[in-house]
Nanobody, 117 residues
Framework: QVQLVESGGGLVQPGGSLRLSCAAS????????MGWYRQAPGKERELVAT???????NIADSVKGRFTISRDYAKNTVYLQMNSLKPEDTAVYYC???????????WGQGTQVTVSS
C-alpha cells in the first residue's frame, strides 16, 4: 500500500499562489501516474493535473496557464504550483497515485485550499 503525504494547502487571497506537495512512501512501480484531483463542497471530485513517468501530462482546462505540475522522481514527490488563484479554486485537493503495473489507485488524505479575500 502506497502512502501519500500532502502538504502546502491553506488560505490565500485571490491572485495569490500556493504550492502543494505530495510525497509517496514508495515508488511501487516504475510506470505510474501521480497528480492531483480536487473536490469543492457539493461537487464531484475532478481532475486538476496528472503526470506520468515518461513525460505525459494532463491538465484541466480550468487551470491551464495558471497551475503547473512537476515531479521529483528521486524523492517520489509530485508538486502542484498554483498561481493566479481564484475563489472557484477553493476545494480539498487530493493527491493521486496510479500504478500501471499493478492497476492500483491510492489517494492522499486531502489538503484544503481556500481562496478568499
Amino acid at each position: 500500500q502506497v502512502q501519500l503525504v500532502e502538504s502546502g494547502g491553506g488560505l490565500v487571497q485571490p491572485g495569490g499562489s500556493l504550492r502543494l506537495s505530495c510525497a509517496a512512501s514508495e515508488s511501487r512501480s516504475s510506470f505510474n501516474t501521480m497528480g492531483w484531483y480536487r473536490q469543492a463542497p457539493g461537487k464531484e471530485r475532478e481532475l486538476v493535473a496528472t503526470t506520468t513517468r515518461g513525460g505525459s501530462t494532463n491538465i484541466a482546462d480550468s487551470v491551464k496557464g495558471r497551475f503547473t505540475i512537476s515531479r521529483d522522481y528521486a524523492k517520489n514527490t509530485v508538486y502542484l504550483q498554483m498561481n493566479s488563484l481564484k475563489p472557484e479554486d477553493t476545494a480539498v485537493y487530493y493527491c493521486y497515485y496510479y500504478s500501471h503495473t499493478y492497476f492500483t489507485t491510492n489517494w492522499g488524505q486531502g489538503t484544503q485550499v481556500t481562496v478568499s479575500s
